[in-house]
């Protein structure tokens, strides 16, 4: 790239960029792995009864099967151009993508996080024109595009002396930094730039030195302060972003020029938002720091609201007190939520496990800890799965309660949070294993195709999901209550009698597997909705489910405004008194099924 490409200002000037939405919890995020969504080549659709598992058939097919997933498979930005019709469909009005930045091209880092160039695109996804123009065509169809974006390491750019050290809190003696060929051979007190370009060492110039990275070994414990903050993250090599306590930071020289090439892709792409990586392997100073810059420099674009979300293990509390002190507007929910959605839609646990994630309020108090609507991502699946640590699966490996995936689907819509669905979900992928790759299967065919095939495309768009999602979708863009209405999780009964002491919570009490209905509220401007899944595989049930008395009165109706089975929509129910301060309805909801009722008036 011509430093003069580079002047931020010349970017910018005269160019109008895409707005930043008002509200972000009305959006439905899409998260995919750019070289496992599409690669822009035709395969055939994928059949279940013709080629399921047509990968495993003999020992060389199934070994090719293995080898491809843990390597590129030729996904592209490309190929993601071309199926932003089929998001668009679904519903989705957002897409996170994996990291695209130039990785080291002597290391298998298909999934985009051991950057060696932060400002090129890797030739394995396209050219930087390609990101432009997926932003440029999402835009078209009012789709925002998030890119996922690295500030704790770099690539494997170096070698250490000798063997590879653990972190022991020392610096260690670098050999050289690596050149195209991986090998050490770039002096590292002062590496020849010419003979380094493009494939070897670390880009922009202004990293290409010792002084970027802290140089202590690789994380042993992942717990330890500061181990976790200034070792290396396995081969790839930590950076050093900066020095002292948050109110005094100071940001080190690699950080600043790490942040203006983000700004640089701002302002050259139209992005509308990032995911940072590995939040708690950062300083909160450094994230603060990069949070700020960015969120003023996308101001002056007229992105008023540009959203950074924060990958940030560590537990829920941790997460909370991240977001507030660095000014990150929402979370990855990857500590509690995804487990207890899962868990939640498949009967595996009590509801209110899930639902009392969340609160109804942004105001400090006794839920402080609790997530808020907007400063939340929720999902089920994802790439790297944290809280599966030995065996990593999807929501449909599980056989015997696959058949409720349009169920966890529901219950990710429309419970509170920024809705994210992981690539391929809306076509039931099972990917199962005992590492990453297995839940990283190729959506579009090529060598590691889901349901361990090869040489098929799963772009179903008559799929029983994807059309279930796409319905869904649409109700809650249609409807502000359940993109942002308040939520309560409602006492339910199945006895005849109307006793104030046969409601309760459901799944209070169960052993094997929550086999009933849970029903749960969303109010919004003085208007109720309730909602209710059916966690009987077998069985259409029916029960009497709580609401909001002060909304509602003795007499009036709620009216299906979607049901699982069709020929509920627009049935009546009416409001029914158990005691003065105390009203419900009677739904039914199908076997692996769904509702929603909303007042009517």
């Not at 990785?103 to 051991?114: K, L, V």
């Not at 976790?228 to 948050?246: M, P, Q």
């Not at 720091?289 to 509390?317: D, P, Q, R, S």
Request: charged letters at 30%.
């Amino acid at each position: 790239m011509d430093r003069a490409d580079f002047d931020l200002e010349k970017i910018t000037e005269g160019k109008e960029y895409f707005p930043s939405p008002q509200a972000w919890e009305e959006q439905i995020l899409y998260f995919l792995l750019v070289d496992r969504f599409n690669d822009g080549e035709e395969y055939p659709l994928y059949n279940h009864d013709q080629d399921y598992e047509n990968a495993l058939q003999s020992e060389e097919t199934r070994n090719a099967w293995e080898n491809s997933g843990s390597t590129w498979n030729g996904g592209n930005l490309e190929g993601l151009i071309e199926k932003l019709d089929y998001l668009e469909e679904l519903g989705i009005t957002g897409i996170w993508i994996s990291p695209v930045l130039k990785q080291a091209p002597f290391a298998d880092t298909y999934h985009g996080y051991g950057i060696q160039n932060f400002l090129e695109v890797d030739p394995h996804f396209g050219t930087r024109e390609d990101l432009k123009m997926l932003t440029e065509e999402a835009h078209k169809r009012d789709i925002l595009v998030i890119l996922d974006v690295i500030l704790n390491h770099a690539g494997d750019v170096f070698s250490y002396k000798g063997e590879t050290p653990s972190y022991d809190g020392s610096q260690h003696p670098v050999e050289g930094f690596r050149d195209e060929s991986g090998q050490p051979s770039l002096n590292p007190e002062s590496p020849d730039f010419d003979r380094a370009w493009p494939d070897g060492g670390v880009w922009p110039a202004e990293l290409f030195e010792l002084e970027t990275f802290s140089r202590k070994g690789y994380i042993t414990d992942w717990d330890d302060y500061p181990e976790y903050i200034e070792g290396d993250f396995h081969s790839l090599k930590n950076i050093d972003t900066g020095r002292g306590e948050l109110e005094n930071f100071r940001a080190s020289k690699a950080l600043e020029v790490l942040t203006k090439c983000y700004k640089y892709w701002i302002a050259y792409a139209d992005l509308d938002g990032f995911r940072l990586d590995t939040v708690k392997h950062l300083s909160p100073g450094a994230t603060r720091y990069f949070v700020t810059e960015i969120h003023e420099f996308a101001h002056t674009l007229g992105k008023k609201n540009f959203y950074i979300i924060g990958e940030i293990t560590g537990g829920m509390e941790f997460a909370r007190d991240m977001c507030r002190k660095t000014g990150l507007n929402a979370a990855l929910g990857i500590n509690r939520i995804p487990e207890n959605l899962e868990k939640t839609a498949k009967g595996y646990q009590k509801p209110e496990e899930y639902f009392s994630i969340f609160k109804n309020t942004q105001l400090m108090g006794e839920d402080e800890y609790k997530w808020y609507k907007n400063n939340v991502i929720t999902m089920f699946d994802d790439h790297d799965m944290v809280y599966k640590q030995n065996h990593k699966e999807r929501f449909c490996a599980d056989r015997k309660t696959a058949p409720l995936l349009k169920n966890a689907i529901f219950l990710n819509l429309f419970t509170p949070g920024i809705p994210c669905i992981y690539y391929g979900t809306e076509q039931g992928f099972d990917g199962e294993g005992d590492r990453d790759k297995y839940v990283r299967e190729a959506m579009f065919g090529g060598d590691f195709g889901a349901f361990r095939t090869s040489s098929r495309n799963f772009f179903d768009e008559n799929s029983d999901i994807y059309r279930e999602m796409s319905e869904l979708a649409s109700l809650r863009n249609d409807h502000s209550a359940l993109q942002m209405g308040r939520q309560y999780l409602r006492e339910i009964s199945h006895d005849s009698d109307n006793s104030i002491e046969d409601f309760q919570l459901p799944g209070e009490d169960f052993s094997e597997r929550y086999e009933g209905i849970i029903g749960w509220s969303r109010i919004f401007s003085q208007k109720e909705y309730l909602l209710a899944v059916n966690s009987n595989l077998e069985t259409e049930l029916e029960a009497k489910i709580m609401i909001d008395s002060d909304l509602n009165q003795p007499g009036e109706h709620f009216k299906c405004l979607y049901s699982s089975d069709s020929d509920q929509k627009n049935d009546r129910v009416e409001i029914r008194e158990l005691d003065p301060e105390n009203y419900f309805i009677t739904v039914s909801v199908p076997a692996r099924g769904r509702v929603i009722y909303k007042t009517e008036r």
